[in-house]
Structures are given as structure tokens and as C-alpha cells.
């Protein structure tokens, strides 16, 4: 699982990539400008900080294992 990351920013989009591939795998439109994000340490949440100061969980595991189901905000 070490061979993704995720990135966000400015855009409100929030890109898994795939080192190895090093190509984005899948990505999530958002309603806020991304200012934090982390994987949890069993890769299966994405925790992302927004600027107006909420923040969301998603659920990343069918992402990274399949690399074609969309995350889940749970």
C-alpha cells in the first residue's frame, strides 16, 4: 500500500496517485479548498482538512486496491 499518495489543494480535488504507475488513479471533486490530508496508518481512510475548518473522512480502501471504485466520505 506504500506505493500511493494523495494530493489536494487549491482546486478542490482531492488525486490518489500511483508511484509506480506515477499516474493519478482516482480523484474526489470537493466543495472547500483542501488544506491537510492524511492517510490513517492501515491506508483504508483519507482524512482531509478544509479551509472553513471542517473535516472529512473518506474510506479509500476499494481505491487502492482496485484502482476503480470512487472513495466514500463516511
Known amino acids: 500500500m506504500d506505493e500511493f499518495f494523495a494530493s489536494g489543494c487549491f482546486d478542490k480535488i482531492i488525486r490518489i496517485w500511483d508511484i509506480n504507475e506515477t499516474k493519478v488513479v482516482d480523484w474526489v ?20 482538512g478544509f ?3 471542517t473535516i472529512k473522512i473518506y474510506l479509500t480502501n476499494q481505491v487502492l486496491s482496485e484502482h476503480k471504485e470512487k472513495f466514500f466520505l463516511i
Open 51 to 53: 479551509f472553513k475548518g
Open 29 to 48: 471533486q470537493t466543495n472547500d479548498l483542501i488544506t491537510a490530508l492524511t492517510f490513517s496508518p492501515d491506508k483504508n481512510h483519507l482524512l482531509v
